[in-house]
């Protein structure tokens, strides 16, 4: 789709830990061209990773027609908002699916007046996904891209 053309409808559902596997199988297929790309493709520590940053009180399945294309993790941490995950299946992106779940978790920090913090694989299109967004880079490790976003807070001149 162009950037001129609208989001397609999706929608959202409620997670439990019942559907670990289902999103473990939305997040490799995510993520499997960025980690081959950089020789990192290892499934079992995938799954160990999304175990380790498993909220489902946090998660929501997004839903394209009733069906599961990708998911996200926001979640309450100290005084920011964190972004744990965010995929969307690869035959599913460049719908600007993506782009209306960053409009969604912006508007909510924006509402709460809190920073969102991110990470994203380097070397990994997700970057440039979260630059567009708004999101700065404020620190790298030996993996990722650490970013953060804060929101527009109100002029207290008037």
Request: proline share 8%; glycine share 2%.
């Amino acid at each position: 789709m162009s950037e001129s053309n609208p989001t397609p409808r999706i929608s959202f559902a409620p997670v439990t830990s019942t559907d670990f596997e289902l999103l473990h199988n939305l997040r490799l297929s995510a993520m499997q061209p960025s980690l081959e790309h950089l020789g990192r493709f290892d499934p079992e520590r995938s799954r160990q990773r999304l175990l380790n940053s498993f909220y489902p009180e946090h998660t929501q399945l997004i839903l394209l027609q009733s069906k599961p294309v990708g998911f996200y993790t926001f979640r309450p941490v100290d005084d920011y908002l964190k972004l744990d995950h965010l995929y969307v299946r690869p035959a599913f992106q460049s719908q600007r699916i993506g782009a209306a779940i960053m409009a969604l978790v912006i508007k909510q920090a924006d509402q709460l007046q809190k920073p969102i913090h991110v990470c994203a694989l380097q070397q990994s299109a997700s970057n440039r996904f979260y630059q567009q967004h708004g999101f700065i880079p404020h620190r790298e490790d030996d993996w990722n891209v650490y970013y953060r976003w804060s929101p527009q807070f109100p002029n207290l001149s008037d």
